[in-house]
Protein backbone atom coordinates (compact mmCIF):
# COMPACT_ATOMS: atom_id res chain seq x y z
CA UNK A 1 0.00 0.00 0.00
CA UNK A 2 1.40 3.41 -0.69
CA UNK A 3 1.66 6.28 2.26
CA UNK A 4 -0.27 9.71 1.94
CA UNK A 5 2.37 11.12 0.23
CA UNK A 6 3.14 8.77 -2.29
CA UNK A 7 -0.74 8.82 -3.38
CA UNK A 8 -0.35 12.62 -3.59
CA UNK A 9 2.30 12.50 -5.76
CA UNK A 10 0.81 10.03 -7.68
CA UNK A 11 -2.46 11.87 -8.08
CA UNK A 12 -0.50 14.75 -9.23
CA UNK A 13 0.93 13.24 -11.79
CA UNK A 14 -2.17 11.71 -12.95
CA UNK A 15 -3.68 15.92 -12.73
CA UNK A 16 -0.37 16.31 -14.93
CA UNK A 17 -0.86 13.84 -17.53
CA UNK A 18 -4.83 15.11 -17.59
CA UNK A 19 -4.06 18.62 -18.43
CA UNK A 20 -1.04 17.96 -20.91
CA UNK A 21 -3.45 15.86 -22.63
CA UNK A 22 -5.87 19.21 -22.62
CA UNK A 23 -8.78 17.22 -21.53
CA UNK A 24 -8.70 18.93 -17.89
CA UNK A 25 -12.20 20.49 -18.64
CA UNK A 26 -14.09 17.62 -19.59
CA UNK A 27 -12.23 15.01 -17.05
CA UNK A 28 -12.85 17.78 -14.74
CA UNK A 29 -16.74 18.10 -15.63
CA UNK A 30 -17.11 14.81 -15.78
CA UNK A 31 -15.63 14.19 -12.16
CA UNK A 32 -17.78 16.71 -10.52
CA UNK A 33 -21.10 15.05 -12.37
CA UNK A 34 -19.56 11.51 -10.48
CA UNK A 35 -18.87 13.25 -7.44
CA UNK A 36 -21.52 12.11 -5.28
CA UNK A 37 -20.71 8.37 -6.39
CA UNK A 38 -16.92 8.55 -4.89
CA UNK A 39 -17.69 5.65 -2.91
CA UNK A 40 -18.89 3.79 -6.26
CA UNK A 41 -16.05 5.20 -7.90
CA UNK A 42 -13.80 3.88 -5.78
CA UNK A 43 -14.86 0.31 -5.66
CA UNK A 44 -14.81 0.66 -9.70
CA UNK A 45 -11.34 1.37 -9.11
CA UNK A 46 -11.22 -2.36 -6.76
CA UNK A 47 -12.56 -3.93 -9.04
CA UNK A 48 -10.36 -3.20 -11.99
CA UNK A 49 -7.20 -3.62 -9.74
CA UNK A 50 -6.84 -7.15 -11.09
CA UNK A 51 -6.79 -6.73 -14.89
CA UNK A 52 -4.27 -4.13 -14.07
CA UNK A 53 -1.62 -5.75 -11.97
CA UNK A 54 2.28 -5.40 -13.45
CA UNK A 55 0.97 -2.60 -15.97
CA UNK A 56 1.40 1.64 -16.08
CA UNK A 57 -1.61 1.89 -14.59
CA UNK A 58 -1.60 -0.17 -11.21
CA UNK A 59 -0.44 2.57 -9.48
CA UNK A 60 -3.25 4.97 -10.30
CA UNK A 61 -5.90 2.31 -9.70
CA UNK A 62 -4.57 1.75 -6.58
CA UNK A 63 -5.07 5.56 -5.53
CA UNK A 64 -8.15 6.04 -6.65
CA UNK A 65 -9.44 2.49 -4.93
CA UNK A 66 -9.18 5.51 -1.78
CA UNK A 67 -12.59 7.70 -1.85
CA UNK A 68 -10.95 10.59 -0.69
CA UNK A 69 -8.35 10.27 -4.07
CA UNK A 70 -11.45 11.11 -6.07
CA UNK A 71 -12.16 14.74 -4.02
CA UNK A 72 -8.26 15.22 -4.67
CA UNK A 73 -7.65 14.51 -8.11
CA UNK A 74 -10.83 17.01 -8.32
CA UNK A 75 -8.50 20.07 -6.60
CA UNK A 76 -5.47 19.02 -8.20
CA UNK A 77 -7.24 19.37 -11.84
CA UNK A 78 -8.54 22.62 -10.95
CA UNK A 79 -5.07 23.91 -9.58
CA UNK A 80 -6.56 24.37 -6.25
CA UNK A 81 -4.82 24.93 -2.74
CA UNK A 82 -5.34 20.86 -1.63
Known amino acids: ML ?3 QQSKTL ?3 AAIIRQSGMHVPVGIALDI ?3 FDVLSSHV ?3 CKPFT ?3 SFERYVLVLA ?3 SWAELRCYLSRSEC
Open 34 to 36: VQP
Open 53 to 55: MGS
Open 12 to 14: QRL
Open 45 to 47: ALF
Open 3 to 5: NRE
Open 66 to 68: DEA
